[in-house]
């Protein structure tokens, strides 16, 4: 099997090499805002647990960076979903019954991908399977959304983007991935998602210190 059966799955939802080019911008804008947030802040660039947490943004940032392509383009629609165990918030990209989802895979990309995050769904969906079905690519139901996984590696710049269906076990490939091209972030973007980020942080600070709540464990809103 080769890439061109995601490539054919997605166009039989409306993908367009529009959608293509928007998903890699966003992990381009995605990790220089992460840099550029790294560098001017002490506590992540200077300070040592800092440092080795600061990794644990970039995923926080091509998520944001998503939704504020696919609220530019128009081209996709987001919302902010917890998986079924409800520990785990992330962002869903949705367009013509696919559900997209970000992973960040190290620097490396030899991290595995998050298998949580639509597990419920896609159990409930799967059924019982026979043993001779978990290794068909999850790509046969035409009726249902299909689930396609978001894979970015790297480190101060992205190292590489690409699509990736899981088989019906959700734990194994058969499909290759679709490799996205990764532009240059577009500067004006990135100023535009750093000062986003900074405001939405003071706002959650300022809401905490007045009302002495933990603003994390509000109820998400779809954007």
């Known amino acids: ?5 995601i490539q ?9 090499e529009e959608h293509y080019e928007a998903l890699g911008r ?9 840099r550029k947030l790294i560098s001017e802040t002490p506590m992540l660039s200077q300070f040592g647990p800092g440092i ?4 644990n943004l970039r995923n926080i940032a091509v998520e944001f960076a998503l939704q504020s392509v696919a609220a530019d383009s128009k081209l996709f629609y987001t919302a902010m979903n917890w998986n079924a165990a409800r520990n785990h918030l992330h962002l869903r990209v949705n367009y013509g019954g696919v559900v997209l989802t970000s992973h960040y895979c190290g620097k490396r990309g030899d991290s595995a991908v998050r298998k ?7 159990a409930k969906r799967n059924g019982d399977l026979f043993s001779d079905e978990a290794g068909i690519p999850d790509i046969d139901h035409l009726s249902s959304n299909t689930y396609i996984q978001l894979a970015h590696s790297g480190d101060l710049k992205p190292r590489n983007a690409m699509l990736m269906i899981p088989n019906r076990d959700q ?6 991935p679709l490799i996205l091209d990764i532009p240059e972030p577009d500067a004006h973007k990135v100023e535009q998602i750093e000062n986003q980020v900074k405001k939405r942080f003071d706002l959650i600070v300022e809401k905490e210190l007045r009302d002495g709540t933990d603003f994390s464990t509000d109820s998400p809103e779809a954007s």
């Open 1 to 5: 099997m080769s890439t061109d059966v």
């Open 8 to 16: 054919k799955r997605l166009k039989q939802n409306g993908f367009t």
């Open 26 to 34: 966003a992990v381009a804008v995605g990790y220089e805002t992460v």
């Open 52 to 55: 080795a947490n600061a990794g």
């Open 116 to 122: 949580a995050v639509v597990r419920g769904e896609l």
């Open 171 to 176: 734990v194994t490939y058969t499909l290759p």
